[in-house]
């Protein structure tokens, strides 16, 4: 079964960089296309973009000039990185796993266990 | 972007109780609808895709249904693990977003 889990920094500082990475094990890391989702109690869940193993990308266009996404197969994770973060990039981040089938359909079925980054100086 | 409206934001119900919670979507998403359940502290978990395939391992009691902008999520008969918040989620066009989520509490 697969497994995710986010590792970085709980804290980061206003207009510095967040940067997460997410591991996966009991699966291979090609074939799906891995997602961040942020969850804060104002906006609830918001998809920040997904990375396919192959490295092609698709970011939220709210988060796109300051977001990449990286992926390294060989050690089967992906990673985030937010430029410029202020108070509202503060929330829980998750990474998840998409799975895409039929007629572009696709569904986030692994998700890791979610890591809390606060913004503060 | 699409934006998901869920109603109602929360509810309360019994155990047994039939309990029905609707997500409508700003513009047409075909059967692109996905529903999660969270529970406190744990990353949502996927109930129903492609608006009523439930997944493997989740009891029949959740169904799914519905079709372009109008969509509901029911539980048959609520059980005690079933309470928790539920969210729709668009996967018609990216950015994919989700709705603002149902609490299903205990009455």
């Excluded at chain 2, 990353?43 to 029949?60: F, K, M």
Aim: include cysteine.
């Amino acid at each position: 079964q697969v497994q995710l889990q986010e590792s970085g920094p709980g804290l980061v500082k206003p207009s510095e960089t967040l940067s997460l990475t997410c591991t996966v094990s009991g699966d291979s890391i090609s074939g799906y296309f891995w997602s961040w989702i942020r969850q804060t109690p104002g906006k609830g869940l918001e998809w920040i973009g997904y990375i396919y193993h192959g490295g092609s990308t698709t970011y939220n266009p709210s988060l796109q000039s300051r977001v990449t996404m990286s992926v390294d197969t060989s050690m089967n994770q992906f990673s985030l990185q937010l430029t410029s973060v202020t108070a509202a990039d503060a929330a829980v981040y998750y990474c998840a796993r998409g799975y895409r089938y039929g007629d572009g359909y696709y569904y986030f079925d692994s998700w890791g266990q979610g890591t809390l980054v606060t913004v503060s100086s | 972007d699409i934006q998901m409206t869920q109603s109602p934001s929360s509810l309360s119900a019994s155990v047994g109780d039939r309990v029905t919670i609707t997500c409508r979507a700003s513009r047409s998403i075909s059967t692109y609808l996905n529903w999660y359940q969270q529970k406190p502290g744990k990353a949502p978990n996927l109930l129903i895709y492609g608006t009523s395939s439930l997944r493997s391992g989740v009891p029949s009691r959740f169904r799914g249904s519905g079709s372009g902008i109008d969509f509901a999520l029911t539980i048959s008969s609520l059980q005690p693990e079933d309470f928790a918040i539920y969210y729709c989620q668009q996967s018609y066009t990216t950015p994919w977003t989700f709705g603002q989520g149902t609490k299903v509490e205990v009455k």
